[in-house]
């Protein structure tokens, strides 16, 4: 291992510790806003919905006007990014044009 590679597992490592010894676990999370987005690694609450994901889980909370403070979850098995990504946009589709003007607003299928 070079010094970078050493100084990157030391830095993980008291990342780690640090979220721990505050109940804590680190996740990757994503935000998106009107005004933009972010990615990185989170320390989250270990018993908080993300803490609680393992292996391939994922987790979507949509904070809208009507979904506020409790926010409409999504949450299952991950497929990978493509597939992800996927399925997550073909469901916002869907919820969008049952929300559409005339729409009788009926629960999303499996389809």
């Known amino acids: ?5 050493l100084d990157a597992d030391a830095a993980y490592a008291a990342r780690i510790a640090e979220a721990q010894a505050q109940g ?6 994503a935000r998106v806003t009107p005004e933009g ?10 018993d908080g ?3 609680a994901l393992r292996g391939l889980g994922n987790y979507i909370a949509l904070h809208t006007t ?8 999504l949450s299952g098995p991950g497929a990978g990014r493509e597939v992800t990504a996927a399925g997550v946009l073909g469901d916002i589709l869907k919820l969008a044009r049952q929300m559409a ?11």
């Not at 291992?1 to 590679?5: P, Q």
């Open 66 to 73: 009507r979904y506020r403070p409790l926010p409409l979850a």
């Open 49 to 51: 919905p993300l803490g």
């Open 24 to 29: 804590n676990v680190l996740r990757y999370v």
């Open 1 to 5: 291992m070079t010094a970078t590679t």
């Open 37 to 46: 987005g972010t990615v990185g690694l989170t320390a989250v609450k270990r």
């Open 101 to 111: 003007p005339g729409s009788s607003m009926k629960f999303l299928s499996a389809d």
